[in-house]
């Protein structure tokens, strides 16, 4: 039982292509990768697979950095493969997300190439180029978000100007300001909505509008990456005719957009009046949230309150290619089992990081297999399929593998009905089977110290979680049924009111 739209009661699978399954024996993940691994998504019961990017791309940013929208770059196949896999995840009721990166091209983008050639370019004014400052240096303090510690601006020899890169020199920023920009990426999306695609995550949208003097960021600020703090209003216009044309095209479509913000993290705002993107990224007020009751209490409630008065649909994410795994991050399985519980069942759209429901760990990389300029390959660890040699992948992986990769392969953990795969997939089904915990209300219950205790209520449908945050069992008097245990036990009896260490269940309530 789904209730629409599919983007706020459904659950979207994120897949960083580069890892999750080589085919072609070059070491790097591929959509026939993808393809074959269709029937396992669908298997696990997520609703929509969200693919990082895959377009056209030198790699300095593995994909992040594009030189072509509207084409498939080589490494990861080719259109007609991408239409094939298109077409057989829907066939299986799966939507398809793509990662669309606006803020940025890569510097081998022929629109840069163009802009670059002269000041008088007709292109010129599609990037941000500006003049030195007096004593020739950056035109101001901005810094990049990578590698650490640098200017976001690059000096240009052949035509004596600075031009901006709120991330790597390969990554200059657009100027969104320049109506003709905007007009050749809404291009994009419509090449990408016309052949079937339901919806976009947004890279860095709120860098998109620039404040149009430049000012230098604040002194006890400038350390921090521009790219955090860039918070103007003129994204929001840029926004609403993304939305206007996004919603042009019938079946749902869908914005789930980026926005990291440092210093003022509400990111509501990037809703709009129901007029902006559809779903945001909240992601320090998750990813930071620290193991404890009290502290997963206070985010949610504060969470409802903001996003209530904004008539905003919140999102959760534990992990994603950007951040060690929560996994990592919280030290056990058995946490990482009942933040599942967490991300399966408070209000919102769970976003779920291929290779989270195996419990994979970072992979500890060493120096001289270190590739990511933002030092972030940990989390990009491949995905061990099987227990063969290379794990059912056709060539040496470019990453090392994550720890305990025989232990952890998808198919060890899908004949094993205890394993923490298995506890996504009921949860997942769980979650599917219950209006509740999709969309329903969210009331906080009375419990003992270091348990958060939610009910989540739809009509007549009821689901009340009980999350254990310490690492001693407790009494919780509760009554129901045991839907979903994290630790597997007791599915299917009464609940007997006792909690083992970081564990959490999901109890259909008695009357
Ligand atoms: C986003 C992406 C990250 C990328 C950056 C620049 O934060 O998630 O992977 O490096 O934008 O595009």
């Not at 998504?41 to 950095?65: C, E, K, N, Q, T």
């Not at 009905?417 to 969210?442: F, K």
């Not at 129901?480 to 007997?496: H, L, P, Q, Y």
Request: with cysteine.
């Amino acid at each position: 039982m789904r209730v629409d739209p599919w983007w706020r009661s459904g659950v979207i699978y994120q897949i960083y292509p580069r890892s999750f399954l080589d085919t072609s024996g070059d070491g790097v993940g591929d959509l026939e990768g993808i393809r074959r691994r269709l029937d396992y998504l669908a298997w696990l019961g997520v609703d929509a697979l969200w693919l990082s990017p895959i377009f056209r791309s030198p790699m300095a940013d593995f994909g992040y950095d594009v030189s072509d929208y509207c084409d498939v770059d080589p490494l990861f196949g080719s259109l007609d493969e991408l239409d094939r896999l298109v077409a057989e995840a829907h066939a299986r009721d799966l939507r398809m997300v793509l990662d669309w990166v606006p803020n940025h091209t890569s510097d081998r983008h022929p629109w840069f190439l163009e802009s670059r050639q002269s000041r008088s370019s007709a292109k010129r004014g599609w990037y941000v180029w500006r003049d030195p400052a007096p004593e020739r240096g950056p035109p101001n303090n901005w810094m990049a978000a990578f590698p650490r510690d640098t200017r976001a601006w690059t000096f240009d020899d052949a035509t004596g100007q600075y031009y901006l890169h709120c991330f790597l020199p390969e990554q200059p920023d657009l100027d969104w300001s320049n109506p003709e920009v905007a007009a050749a990426m809404h291009e994009v999306l419509r090449f990408w909505l016309d052949r079937g695609i339901d919806g976009f995550r947004v890279d860095v949208v709120h860098c998109l509008g620039k404040d149009p003097a430049l000012p230098d960021d604040p002194p006890d600020l400038a350390a921090i990456p521009h790219s955090a703090l860039n918070d103007q209003p003129a994204t929001h216009g840029v926004l609403r005719d993304l939305r206007r044309l996004v919603d042009g095209y019938p079946g749902d479509r869908m914005l789930v957009g980026e926005v990291y913000l440092l210093v003022q993290p509400d990111v509501t705002r990037y809703y709009g009046r129901g007029d902006e993107l559809h779903l945001v990224f909240d992601l320090p007020r998750t990813l930071h949230t620290p193991w404890d009751a009290a502290a997963w209490r206070e985010r949610t409630e504060t969470v409802q309150t903001a996003y209530a008065a904004a008539g905003a649909w919140p999102t959760l994410v534990l992990s994603n290619h950007d951040t060690p795994r929560h996994r990592t991050r919280l030290g056990s399985e058995a946490r990482a089992r009942a933040a599942a519980v967490l991300l399966l069942t408070l209000p919102g759209t769970p976003f779920l990081y291929a290779g989270e429901e195996l419990g994979l760990e970072d992979a500890v990389v060493p120096p001289d297999r270190r590739v990511d300029p933002g030092g972030r390959d940990g989390c990009r660890a491949p995905i061990p399929w099987d227990q063969s040699a290379r794990h059912g992948w056709a060539g040496e992986p470019w990453l090392p593998w994550p720890p305990r990769a025989e232990r952890c392969a998808v198919s060890v953990l899908r004949d094993d009905p205890s394993s923490i795969l298995h506890l996504y997939r009921r949860l997942l089904a769980a979650r599917r089977a219950s209006p509740a915990l999709q969309v329903g209300d969210w009331t906080v219950r009375e419990a003992p110290a270091g348990v958060l205790a939610y009910e989540r209520v739809a009509g007549t449908d009821r689901r009340l979680v009980l999350v254990n945050f310490t690492s001693e069992p407790v009494t919780v008097p509760a009554a129901g049924r045991v839907a979903v245990a994290s630790d597997g036990g007791s599915e299917g009896a009464e609940f007997r009111g006792e909690l083992v260490a970081d564990a959490a269940v999901v109890l259909v309530p008695g009357r």
